[in-house]
């Protein structure tokens, strides 16, 4: 049964589950002190492709999760966190969000939003952020262990569509005019998934475009508090057909990049770990995010398979089961080296050859 949320409140259903607007927002932020851990889509191991979809999904719920046990004013949100960019403005891009928040009072939230950045550029360009628009919805009848499947697509009018699916209800929300938003006429009607490795030796770092995981107000330093996300899907045009994320690796909210400057959250979420199975035959496309005081390396490998509509390498090495992060750093270092090494002998060359010059 598919229901349609009003600007006020959304229709009843035989299941008494319920969507009603609220004004008091949970923002994933930008580059603040909100600590962030996720994983991220790679469509190649080497962190070098990129393509571009139309749609996102993702499974979401809040396990074993005592809220008591949160600090007053927090909050702790699970979701997508994706990547768009601009047709005409080559240093601006922008960041979505859709996500299952959980309070500190125990009441269940939706979340969407949207950031438009620009990067900084040289010589007088520094980086800056708007907050375009952010919605919330608080959730009734519905228990925060129960899973949600949270959803975004755009369509060819420039409108973004989300949706929330739980307990056999599919809610869908209002549509967003976000190609009618001021100066997002150039925007792409269209997310981006993979990576793409930006800036040269010493200062580059990667993008990744495709994210799902937790985000919260502030650490919440409790061993009662876990949070499941499984079968993050993306949807390629044109071909409208649900493509699994085949190759998913995590990354900490220090170095979680959505374009040059700007990163979700902004600090790493330390005491938070994960389960994870790389199995297809056990809990297949499923991670569990925890805390028990141990932090996540970023590069961890959290599954690799090859499905049907794999655009992944068709052999898996045994390196990119550890932490392809640490394998890209060395070798983005020893081509540094490389190039280093090779400007010292071409001066040292010329100062020899200034020298014969001289004597001669």
Known sequence: MTTFVSGCEAQKTPSSLNLTPVETHHIAELNSNQPYVAGYAAISPDLRKLKAISAATINVSFMNTDPNNFPSDAWLGAGLFLQGQDNHYVFVDYGFYIMLVLDASGKLFLDVGLHQTRESSAPIQIPTSDLLYSYTWQISGINP?????LGAEWDSEGYVHYWVFAQGFNFTLPAVNVAGLPNCETMQRQFWSGNMLTGGFPFGHYVYYFQFGVISTTVIADSHWSVRLSNPQMMKKPERKWIPVD??????????YLDWDWMWGGAPYHGVSAKYYRNPLENPYE????????????????????SSESETAATIASAHTTDISQAERIRIFSIGIAVIIAIVTTNFGLRKFGRRLFKS
């Open 287 to 306: 991670v569990e995010f925890f805390y028990n005081g141990q932090t996540l390396s970023p590069g961890t490998v959290l599954w690799h398979y090859i």
């Open 247 to 256: 190759l998913a690796v995590t990354t900490q909210g220090d170095i979680c």
């Open 145 to 149: 262990t129960t899973t949600a499947t």
